[in-house]
Nanobody, 118 residues
Framework: QVQLVESGGGLVQPGGSLRLSCEAP????????MGWYRQAPGNQRELVAT???????NYADSVKGRFTISRDDAKSTLSLQMNSLKPEDTAVYYC????????????WGQGTQVTVSS
C-alpha cells in the first residue's frame, strides 16, 4: 500500500499564506509526476499544479502567480506554497503521484482541508 502523507492545511484569512507538504515513498517519488489537486464541496476534483521529475511545472490559471509547487528530491517531499489566498481557494487539497509502467499508475493522499475565511 503506497501512502502519500499530506500536512499543512488549516484556516487562514483572505490574503494570507499556507504551505502544504506531501511525503511519498522514495521509489515512487523519483519516477512520478507529482501534483496537487483540490475539491470544493459540490465541485469536481480539479488540478492545482504539477511538477515532473524533469523540473517542469504546470499551474491552473486560477492559481498562477499566487501558488508555487516544488519538489525536494532528497526528502521525497512535494510542497505547495500558497500566497494571497482567496475564499474560493477553500477546498480539500490532495497530493497525487502518477507514473507509467505499461499502464498509468496513480496514487492519492488522504487530503488536507484548506479554509480561507475571515
Amino acid at each position: 500500500q503506497v501512502q502519500l502523507v499530506e500536512s499543512g492545511g488549516g484556516l487562514v484569512q483572505p490574503g494570507g499564506s499556507l504551505r502544504l507538504s506531501c511525503e511519498a515513498p522514495r521509489n515512487i517519488f523519483s519516477i512520478s509526476t507529482m501534483g496537487w489537486y483540490r475539491q470544493a464541496p459540490g465541485n469536481q476534483r480539479e488540478l492545482v499544479a504539477t511538477a515532473d521529475n524533469g523540473g517542469n511545472t504546470n499551474y491552473a490559471d486560477s492559481v498562477k502567480g499566487r501558488f508555487t509547487i516544488s519538489r525536494d528530491d532528497a526528502k521525497s517531499t512535494l510542497s505547495l506554497q500558497m500566497n494571497s489566498l482567496k475564499p474560493e481557494d477553500t477546498a480539500v487539497y490532495y497530493c497525487n503521484a502518477v507514473y507509467f509502467l505499461l499502464t498509468r499508475i496513480n496514487y492519492w493522499g488522504q487530503g488536507t482541508q484548506v479554509t480561507v475565511s475571515s
